[in-house]
């Protein structure tokens, strides 16, 4: 076989023999094609992958070369070509065949360039291997210059390739060898070794790890190359193989997730050592390398914060092992059974013959130069060895021989894989068999977690805790390492950093209340959620050191201050679990859990505070000791407190009531205007409760809900405050009805009633409500009320009125009711006087109490004589001030030049006990006024109209002349005199009749053309035919005797002009009063209702003013009779 060659693709191997190539299947060696194109021997063979030549060009240079070519090389750019002559020169030209540079090799003709080959195409430096038969390999540069020395070999070089990319050399020869190389030129190892002669010829197998190979017999062999692993672990630093000929340390760190053994990474520290290294052991600081011929140690430095490996030994001697473990101070080998160890300098100290060949060793630590070893042996035998010790022991021995072991943490436990992938744990110290798991090939104990491991097999990684299953997940290749909860993991040609949670685990602990391994477990590296979960579940189970621990990794203080509350409390010696469960539920919300501990614990008051902090107060008073009602109360009346103050009024007045605070309650729902509620409340309530019913009532009264609050009134018997209801909102007729019933409360009605028409003055209404009723004296006695109530409190113009209105009503009863007449006509009387005296005193008690008066000062002068005389002689009707009379007297007499009335009064009023407002403006007034001359305006003295008699100011016999006795009557407005003069009927004579007979004069009195159909009157009219019948009988009184009215007979009457006649048409049993108005250029009015006598100019401006009489308060238009 001269050449062989592979198809760009792989697909196709050609092999070129004779003349002929053949072409052949690589995957199965089967023929595909023999292709016959050349005459001659076919030496050499290359498949082009884009075609024959360049296909613009048409021809082919040739130049001539002076000596045979045995091989040659393009660059992987296609730019230069390397010639391997038999001369053993090297001729490197350009694309265009000139010759760039000429290496002439040492050996010269004897040591012809049997094969040659540029790099492979990824380097970035163009560099040229070449075998010559001086049995050397060498490299050069483009440029001709040799890299390092030349290699020795020890047979005459036919074949060389490149391997895997460019990282090896293949090359073979007439030592019927295949060997592999470094690209440094450094052996490496021996891919085939063939009886079939020399190779001549060698070909790779695009991106894969086939070589084949060509012998001179005809013979083509097909290699497949793999590396062993070669590496080494402790705890994460973790040393491999790269490359054959490095050395990787990695520190197995959270950030690495995934070492690609093969890959040269500059970042990682790497060693090289330029010799295949066949064993790597790592132990704390020290690494050991076992090299073809040479065992290098090195130790681990940082400088300046740069980690590196520095050689510290070498033992230069090339060693047969199986197995290389490097110790603190000793490098042990292991080769089968035999065990030695050595010192770091190479002297052998010890040996160890076993029964059976090593397969597994581990230093498993101890002091320095005296560590343990872990052996596991072919026979099922498990060993310790102490470096120091020349004695083994054995720990264990199971049927099946060892594969891999692992130690615990703490030494307590060991797993061991057996040859039948199955993982056996022990119990070291009982040599118990504690668990075993089927699918295993490597396992690792966890190196921060005593019982904790993991192990591996059938693309399966296995986690377990102590007992528990394992927890399986998919995983493909080796575990070599388990730190926290990191799983280190060989596959391939890759490390691999398993993240792996702790979860599953610690929850298998926790399940079964194991909460110190939970925690263990826990710390190697799980999730907040199940800190959380473990620090609840230990707390909850009274595991306070473990639940401490919990919280604080977790930095929960809430709890820690919990945990340590109730570790006090336990230390105080409480020791009521229920209660600090209750405690716990509590602070993690689940108040109804807590509720039941606290009540199981008998403190069922915890569980009603809880509830009532939390305002869940239906809920607190589930909790609440039914023995004690008040404690129930309690809490709803803190339950209504909350409500009211979180305005929530509807449900703090459902609370209150609940809490039988039930006038909290009625405030809220009376203050909200919820009437149904409150009716719904009044309705609920016990009669006897009369506070809250009266509450109830008054609400319901605001919200004018009045037949709800009758109702109120009627269930508490509250017949009074029922009956002052309906006055309030003046239902009067109910009023009267249950009046009617219980008559001893008639005055609560009919005075308010009274007040309530006089209001709206509907006084004549009222009496002929009263009248229609027959409740005539009632009516009277109310009002009789009512008139008191304005005296005492000084409205002496309703007051006069009151009185006027009383007069009126005894009157009428004096007509119906026969047994009274005498009394009643007395009160009649009685009553007019007050009224008028009220009446009169209303200005005085303005001018006294009020600055300004709208009264003019002659008429203040005329009210307050027209006062004094109405009572002097007898006390002053109540309220009635003697002193004010006087004072009002005194002034406005003295201003009108009655200085000798004004000194009397001041006279009168020293006399008096006085108030001491008026006391210093009386002193003054009555000093003053002796200043003025001792007698009386004349002007102001009044004359009778009857007599012509000019009168005194003041007449102790009351308001009538001094002469004639006749009775001054009054203008009501002015209070001056007025020209009337009363007079009687003649016996005989009724009202009837004289009324007829006055309007029968009605005509004007000295006509002629008045005719009378009485015959009788007729007749008396001829016989008493006068020019003023009535002026003759004025003088009819005589000197110093009683009062005698003027006496009129039909004669008089009839010649009275009905213009100047005044009749009071009293009803009856009163006759009727008359005057004569003796100056009828003078206009009197007179009101039809009172009777009362004014000027008519006065008296219209009043009505017009006030609507109605200013004595009467009768509306009336009608006011000039
Ligand atoms: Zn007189
Ligand atoms: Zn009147």
């Known amino acids: 076989i001269y050449d062989i060659a592979f198809k760009p693709d792989g697909t196709q191997l050609l092999v070129a023999t004779g003349n002929k190539i053949i072409v052949y299947d690589p995957t199965d060696g089967t023929l595909v094609q023999t292709l016959r194109a050349h005459k001659d021997t076919v030496y050499c063979l290359g498949y082009s992958k884009d075609g024959l030549w360049a296909p613009e060009q048409k021809s082919v240079n040739k130049h001539k070369i002076s000596n045979r070519i045995t091989c040659c090389s393009w660059t992987s750019d296609g730019q230069y070509l390397a010639l391997g002559l038999f001369s053993g020169v090297i001729s490197i030209r350009s694309k265009l065949g000139e010759e760039k540079i000429k290496i002439e090799r040492p050996g010269g003709s004897l040591s012809p360039v049997w094969s040659l080959k540029w790099n492979h195409k990824d380097d970035t430096n163009d560099v040229l291997t070449v075998c010559d038969w001086g049995q050397t390999l060498s490299f050069y540069h483009l440029n001709g210059k040799q890299i390092g020395k030349d290699a020795k070999l020890d047979y005459d070089p036919c074949a060389v390739q490149y391997y895997d990319q460019g990282k090896y050399l293949v090359v073979g020869g007439s030592n019927k060898k295949t060997c592999l190389y470094s690209k440094e030129g450094y052996f490496l190892g021996v891919i085939s070794d063939s009886s079939s002669g020399w190779v001549w010829c060698i070909a790779c197998k695009p991106d894969s790890n086939v070589v084949v190979v060509g012998h001179q017999d005809g013979t083509i062999t097909c290699h497949l190359v793999t590396f062993q692993t070669v590496h080494g672990l402790y705890r994460d630093c973790y040393a491999f193989r790269q490359n054959l000929t490095n050395v990787v340390v990695q520190r197995l760190n959270s950030d690495i997730k995934h070492i690609d053994l093969d890959e040269d990474d500059g970042s990682k520290l790497t060693i090289k050592c330029n010799d295949l290294v066949k064993r790597i052991s790592v132990y704390k600081d020290k690494l050991a390398v076992q090299l073809s011929d040479r065992i290098v140690i090195y130790q681990h430095e940082t400088k300046d914060g740069e980690s590196k490996y520095v050689p510290v030994n070498k033992i230069l001697k090339k060693f047969e092992c199986n197995l290389l473990v490097v110790c603190s101070e000793n490098i042990i080998l292991c080769q089968e059974s035999k065990l030695s160890c050595f010192s770091m300098d190479g002297e052998k100290q010890r040996d160890w013959s076993l029964e059976a060949n090593i397969r597994y060793i581990k230093v498993i ?29 054995e720990m264990l021995k199971i049927k099946s021989s060892i594969r891999c072991l692992d130690l615990s943490m703490n030494r307590t436990k060991l797993a061991i894989i057996c040859d039948n992938s199955t993982c056996h744990v022990y119990d070291i110290e009982s040599k118990e068999l504690l668990f075993e798991e089927v699918n295993a090939n490597s396992v690792a104990w966890n190196t921060q977690n005593e019982d904790m491991l993991c192990y591996s097999g059938k693309g399966h990684l296995g986690i377990k805790a102590a007992g528990f299953p394992s927890q399986q997940r998919r995983m493909n290749g080796f575990v070599v390492g388990y730190c926290g909860s990191r799983i280190f993991c060989l596959h391939v040609h890759a490390m691999r950093a398993v993240d792996v949670p702790q979860s599953a685990p610690m929850y298998q602990y926790l399940d079964r209340q194991m909460y110190e391994e939970a925690y263990q477990i826990a710390c190697l590296g799980v999730t907040e959620s199940d800190w959380h979960n473990l620090s609840q579940k230990a707390l909850e189970d009274l595991n306070f050191n473990v639940a401490k621990k919990a919280f604080t990794r977790i930095r929960n203080l809430r709890y820690l201050e919990l945990v340590q509350s109730i570790e006090d409390r336990q230390k105080r010696g409480e020791n009521k679990t229920d209660l600090f469960m209750g405690d716990i539920h509590a ?163 009919y005075v308010p009633y009274a007040q309530w028409l006089a209001e709206n003055d509907k006084f004549e209404e009222a009496q002929k409500a009263f009248h229609k009723a027959g409740r005539i004296s009632d009516a009277l006695h109310v009002l009789e009320q009512l ?117 009397f009064a001041y006279d009168k009023l020293h006399t008096l006990k006085l108030p001491m407002r008026f006391q210093d403006l009386i002193d003054l007034g009555s000093v003053t006024i002796r200043s003025k001359p001792y007698h009386d305006s004349e002007d102001l003295q009044p004359m009778c109209y009857r007599c012509s008699t000019t009168n005194p100011l003041l007449n102790a016999q009351g308001s009538s002349c001094i002469n004639c006795h006749q009775p001054f009557v009054y203008s ?48 008396l009219q001829m016989d008493v035919v006068e020019e003023d019948p009535f002026t003759a009988r004025l003088l009819t009184f005589e000197g110093g005797g009683d009062y005698v009215p003027v006496v009129v007979n ?48 006065d008296y219209e401006l009043m009505v017009l003013q006030k609507q109605c009489c200013p004595f009467c308060r009768k509306v009336s238009d009608a006011h000039e009779d």
């Open 365 to 393: 630590g101890g002091p320095s130069g005296r560590e343990g070893m872990l052996l596991g042996l072919k026979n099922g035998q498990v060993l310790q060895i102490f470096v120091d010790n020349p004695f083994p022991i």
């Open 587 to 749: 602070y993690r919300s689940e108040f109804a859990e807590a509720a039941k501990y606290y009540k199981k614990a008998g403190h069922s008051q915890k569980a009603v505070d809880m509830y009532t902090d939390l305002r869940m107060f239906e809920l607190a008073k589930e909790y609440v000791e039914t023995t004690d009602p008040s404690e129930r109360k309690q809490l709803m009346a803190k339950q209504a407190n909350w409500a009211k103050n979180t305005n929530e009024p509807r449900e703090a007045a459902k609370m209150y009531l609940a809490a039988g605070e039930n006038l909290k309650a009625l405030d809220i729902i009376g203050e909200n205007g919820w009437t149904d509620m409150l009716m719904d409340v009044a309705r609920k309530l016990d009669k006897a409760d009369r506070e809250s019913l009266t509450k109830c009532a008054y609400y319901l009264k605001q919200l004018q809900q009045y037949a709800y609050c009758a109702e109120v009134f009627n269930k508490m018997g509250d017949r009074k405050a029922h009956i002052l209801l309906q006055v309030e909102i003046k239902n009067w007729d109910e009023a009267f009805a249950l009046v009617e019933k219980h008559p001893e409360f008639k005055d609560d009605v």
């Open 787 to 903: 008139t008191e109530n304005a005296v005492n409190e000084c409205r002496f113009n309703d007051a006069g009125y009151y009185y006027w209105m009383l007069s009126m009503q005894c009157l009428d009863i004096a007509a119906e009711r026969t047994p009274k007449k005498v009394e009643m006509l007395k009160k009649f009387k009685k009553y007019q006087k007050l009224a008028e005296i009220y009446y009169v005193y209303h200005s005085i008690q303005r001018y006294t109490d009020e600055p300004f008066t709208s009264h003019l000062p002659e008429a203040l002068f005329n009210i307050a004589r027209f006062l004094l005389h109405c009572i002097s002689g007898s006390t002053a009707p109540r309220g009635v001030s003697k002193v004010a009379t006087l004072y009002a007297l005194a002034k406005q007499s003295r201003s009108l030049g009655a200085y000798k009335l004004s000194r």
């Open 1050 to 1097: 039909r004669v008089v009457l009839r010649s009275l002009s009905r213009g100047d006649v005044f009749i009071r048409r009293w009803a009856a049993p009163l006759r009727f009063q008359y005057f004569k108005n003796l100056m009828p250029e003078v206009a009197v009015a007179m009101c039809d209702s009172c009777f009362q006598m004014f000027h008519a100019d």
């Open 972 to 1019: 009501f407005s002015s209070f001056e005199v007025l020209p009337l003069v009363e007079f009687t009927l003649e016996d005989g004579i009724s009202d009837e009749e004289a009324c007829r007979l006055i309007d029968s004069s009605s005509k004007p009195p000295r006509s002629d053309e008045w005719k009378d159909n009485d015959r009788d009157a007729q007749s």
